[in-house]
T-cell receptor, first 114, second 113 residues
Framework: KAGVTQTPRYLIKTRGQQVTLSCSPI?????VSWYQQTPGQGLQFLFE???????NKGNFPGRFSGRQFSNSRSEMNVSTLELGDSALYLC?????????????FGPGTRLTVL | GENVEQHPSTLSVQEGDSAVIKCTYS??????FPWYKQELGKRPQLIID?????GEKKDQRIAVTLNKTAKHFSLHITETQPEDSAVYFC????????????FGTGTRLLVSP
């Protein structure tokens, strides 16, 4: 099976712009989670989607949003970009069969805000 | 919410030595404890995980132990090799019932030949 893929891999934006990142989970995986990774804060949970519904949300401002499509692909959007949004954004997919399941990470999207 | 502390932040060992990384967590409802290895410029990869109904799990040179009473768990790597050099993250999940993981701050392991 193909692994989790993310596009684009690299992105450079300026303050105030918005950005959309995409994640395609492993075939058959219905849960997609998003994480922000920075040197200072480590890996922080953004939100999780399952069957097109947001099930869980981390402590990020409303500028961070996401959605999931019927084929389980997910997008996240960051509006009004700030310098502090520069980070590696990782998505992870899992089977979600009731019990806790292994999460498989994508390669990430490296976002730089100038 | 859940809080995960990880120590040490850096660990240097000689090839062949053992390495131990420790994590503590705060939410007693947590029941899933994975460990991820992240090499430079690459994605985190699961190396081992343990669930709250198990006290210890081993996979070749890697083992994880869990003490639910004390709310801490540890990663043990024996006979370390240079290719074990990476950043290791512990994580905690399960308290929300969904696929949310709370990560530790990471341990940079350097194995010298």
């Amino acid at each position: 099976k193909a692994g989790v893929t993310q596009t684009p891999r690299y992105l450079i934006k300026t303050r105030g712009q918005q950005v959309t990142l995409s994640c395609s989970p492993i075939s058959g995986h219905r849960s997609v989670s998003w994480y922000q990774q920075t040197p200072g804060q480590g890996l922080q949970f953004l939100f999780e989607y399952f069957s097109e519904t947001q099930r869980n949300k981390g402590n990020f401002p409303g500028r961070f949003s996401g959605r999931q499509f019927s084929n389980s692909r997910s997008e996240m959007n960051v509006s009004t970009l700030e310098l502090g949004d520069s980070a590696l954004y990782l998505c992870a997919s899992s089977l979600d069969q009731g019990a806790y399941n292994e999460q498989f990470f994508g390669p990430g999207t490296r976002l730089t805000v100038l | 919410g859940e809080n995960v502390e990880q120590h040490p932040s850096t660990l240097s060992v000689q090839e062949g030595d053992s390495a131990v990384i420790k994590c503590t967590y705060s939410d007693s409802a947590s029941n899933y404890f994975p460990w991820y290895k992240q090499e430079l410029g690459k994605r985190p990869q699961l190396i081992i995980d343990i669930r709250s109904n198990v006290g210890e799990k081993k996979d070749q040179r890697i083992a994880v132990t869990l003490n639910k009473t004390a709310k801490h768990f540890s990663l043990h790597i024996t006979e370390t090799q240079p290719e074990d050099s990476a950043v290791y993250f512990c994580a905690v999940g399960g308290s929300t019932g969904f696929q949310k993981l709370v990560f530790g701050t990471g341990t940079r392991l350097l194995v010298s030949p």
